[in-house]
């Protein structure tokens, strides 16, 4: 059974901190994973990553993926109270299926 | 911009009741998705389509059908809601093929009583 699992499911963090979001995957099939944050609602799309090695950036937040060790993660930096969301990994594999984990809520605190 | 568009953002029934979820996209996308999300389990896939009046099951189809007659608009059936499935409903399309951005709805919140 495909499976994706993040950690830690909650973070806690001062303005100004880094933190690393971590994603690791049991799939078959595997085409890409993506990146979402999720604030109120709909989530919005972050990244997506096809190769290993290669990392996305995208102004303070950035992600790369291993393939080998099957995971990925999702770095942010100098952290403000906007990125405080829930941010959701998830696979695109066989079939046209997409999985998510179960995200992973971060408050960013001033 | 991809429009993802649920016809309810709140929505009350009652235990038993035959509910319809509406979820309609604007870009021609080839696949459809619906999640459901509850806390501490994430994103949970119910069912997909690939193609009009094609569907898979996704990981949690038990209690709900789909209906997929055209290729913007992508539903989802409970055919006698129960309180389990109260949840916070997601609808997501993408283009398919080599594109893999799902491009989500604003989502149902849906309380069955």
């Known amino acids: 059974e495909d499976k994706v699992v993040q950690s830690p499911l909650s973070l806690v963090v001062h303005e100004g901190d880094t933190v690393t979001l971590n994603c690791s995957y049991e799939?078959?099939?595997?085409?890409?994973l993506l990146w979402y944050k999720q604030e109120k609602k709909a989530p919005t799309f972050l990244f997506m990553l096809?190769?290993?090695?290669i990392e996305k950036k995208s102004g303070r937040l950035s992600s790369i993926l291993d393939k080998k060790e099957l995971f990925s993660i999702l770095n942010i930096t100098a952290t403000q109270t906007g990125d405080s969301a829930i941010y959701l990994c998830?696979?695109?594999?066989?079939?046209?299926?997409?999985?998510f984990g179960t995200g992973t809520k971060l408050q960013v605190i001033p | 911009d991809v429009k993802v568009t649920q016809s309810s953002r709140y929505l009350v029934k009652r235990t038993g009741e035959k509910v319809f979820l509406e979820c309609v996209q604007d870009?021609?996308?080839?696949?459809m998705f619906w999640y459901r999300q509850d806390p501490g389990l994430g994103l949970r896939l119910i069912y997909f389509?690939?193609?009009?009046?094609?569907?898979e099951k996704g990981d949690i189809p038990e209690g709900y059908s789909v209906s997929r007659e055209k290729k913007e608009r992508f539903s989802l059936i409970l055919e006698s809601a129960s309180t389990n499935q109260t949840s916070m409903y997601l609808c997501?399309?993408?283009?398919?093929?080599?594109?893999?951005?799902?491009?989500f709805g604003s989502g149902t919140q849906l309380s069955v009583l």
């Open positions: 997501a399309s993408r283009q398919g093929g080599n594109n893999e951005k799902l491009f």
């Open positions: 799939v078959t099939n595997f085409r890409s």
């Open positions: 096809t190769s290993s090695g």
């Open positions: 998830a696979f695109s594999g066989g079939y046209q299926k997409v999985t």
């Open positions: 870009m021609d996308h080839e696949n």
């Open positions: 389509s690939y193609d009009v009046k094609m569907k």
